[in-house]
């Protein structure tokens, strides 16, 4: 899309994704940039990210924005000794040369981290929470889950529509639990991304197995439903931890799906993040694109196979 190196696309990015930094001092189970990790230094989930000179990348993501081609950056910053100096660093630079929103995905320790960030030009900080759950965040992340959330809440009042997070589905939590902590994060006024596990070669969690795709088709169009104010946990029925009934009819659903916008990529806006979760070969657990109407019937038709209508 930069123009910066050959390659085919099948579904173009309409966001700049850029990671700064080296291997990351902390240790997720699933990352490919965790500390102990033995994936490829490039890499980050299933993306390659190779090195260009700063000024030039600038440059062509100003071109880009221009051309209507690209509609936002994101840096994804691991962490280390002095990242947040160079985040500071880098998000300033690119405003100067670009003018498109910016956002930063990072783990900021406390509120003056992220008041920094928006100061130097980003629209959006996003500190990912990913677990569902207290045992999960334990299990894969590591440190404490309770600090996140409560620099999340903390920083959703004071810079209110400027934070976000993301959860990931198929770390162990059930599709009761990711709900109930993706309307909490809603209801805090928080800009939700939503991924699904991929295991990834090199990392602790190599050998897992990526959510069943009728599971997550049913978290993505809950999370979808919060969102639009069309639904609450509260009115919906769980079996076992499984999302059975979204207390509406199947016709109510079919109409409100209609499109499947749903089952397209969450986060923030102009956010596709192409084949991320999963091979371009497919299942797509993120559709990058809108969907034809056909896709989207069929994906409608499917979920609904799966309810107790």
């Known amino acids: 899309m930069l123009g910066l190196c050959p390659g085919a696309l099948d579904a173009a990015p309409t966001t700049a994704y850029l990671m700064l930094g080296e291997r990351c001092v902390a240790d997720c189970a699933f990352c490919a940039q965790a500390r102990s990790s033995e994936a490829a230094a490039d890499r980050l989930s299933r993306v390659a990210w190779p090195p260009f000179d700063a000024q030039r990348v600038a440059q062509a993501i100003a071109e880009a924005h221009a051309r209507g081609e690209i509609g936002r950056a994101c840096f994804q910053v691991t962490h280390?000794?002095?990242?947040?100096?160079?985040?500071?660093?880098?998000?300033?630079?690119?405003?100067?040369a670009a003018d498109l929103p910016i956002c930063v995905s990072i783990a900021a320790h406390d509120l003056e981290e992220i008041e920094a960030l928006l100061a130097a030009g980003a629209q959006?900080?996003?500190?990912?929470?990913?677990?569902?759950?207290?045992?999960?965040?334990?299990?894969?992340?590591?440190?404490?889950?309770?600090?996140?959330?409560?620099?999340?809440?903390?920083?959703?009042?004071?810079f209110p529509g400027r934070l976000g997070t993301h959860l990931i589905a198929g770390l162990g939590e059930t599709e009761e639990e990711l709900l109930n902590t993706a309307q909490a994060l809603l209801r805090l006024g928080l800009t939700l991304g939503l991924f699904?596990?991929?295991?990834?070669?090199?990392?602790?969690?190599?050998?897992?197995?990526?959510?069943?795709?009728?599971?997550y088709r049913r978290i993505q169009a809950g999370l979808w439903l919060l969102k639009e104010g069309l639904g609450a946990i509260e009115a919906w029925r769980f079996e076992g931890g499984r999302l059975v009934d979204y207390g509406a009819t199947a016709e109510a659903l079919?109409?409100?799906?209609a499109g499947g916008?749903?089952?397209?990529?969450?986060?923030?806006?102009?956010?596709?993040?192409?084949?991320?979760?999963?091979?371009?070969?497919?299942?797509l657990y993120n559709y990058p694109r809108r969907l034809t109407p056909d896709e989207a019937e069929g994906e409608i038709a499917a979920l609904l196979r799966t309810l107790a209508l």
């Open 196 to 215: 699904a596990f991929t295991p990834v070669r090199g990392t602790r969690l190599a050998g897992a197995q990526p959510p069943p795709l009728e599971s």
């Open 254 to 257: 079919a109409l409100w799906l």
């Open 261 to 283: 916008d749903a089952f397209r990529t969450a986060g923030c806006p102009d956010c596709n993040r192409p084949y991320y979760n999963e091979r371009p070969s497919g299942p």
């Open 124 to 158: 959006r900080v996003t500190i990912a929470l990913d677990a569902a759950t207290p045992q999960v965040y334990a299990r894969t992340k590591g440190g404490s889950r309770e600090r996140t959330w409560a620099l999340l809440q903390a920083g959703a009042g004071r």
């Open 80 to 96: 280390g000794a002095g990242s947040h100096a160079s985040a500071r660093q880098a998000v300033a630079a690119l405003a100067q």
